[in-house]
């Protein structure tokens, strides 16, 4: 009987390891969905296939000419940029996506920042 109860617990863990992500919450999302330029009031990110990207803002009185170039990667829900400074260095922000369709992408940071992006 012993047996029969360590392998049916065996089992269970091996479907769910299976059955989902448990580091990203189990939700993946289509990165194929993320190019194109995306606009949260003031704050502008474009999105190249190629997996680089740039972002501005207007409020800082930054026009996309000025805009400042990422690397990004999206695993999962855990969509990485990486800022590349102008004096040298890199700087990684990683969030959590929760939506991302053909006109929505939303995701927070770890501290509890939200954003909410349309396409343009």
Known sequence: MKK???ILCFCLVAFWMTSCDPINGGEKFD???LPGSWVSG???EHYNATGTGYTWDTADDV???EAQPFTWTLEGSTLTQIH???MGGNIPKTYTVTKLNATT???HDNYG???TFTKQ
Do not use: D, V
């Open 63 to 65: 026009s996309e000419e």
């Open 4 to 6: 029969k109860l360590q």
């Open 113 to 115: 920042k939200t954003y």
């Open 42 to 44: 003031t704050l502008h």
């Open 105 to 107: 992408l939303a995701y």
């Open 31 to 33: 990165k194929t969905l």
């Open 84 to 86: 590349r400074m102008e």
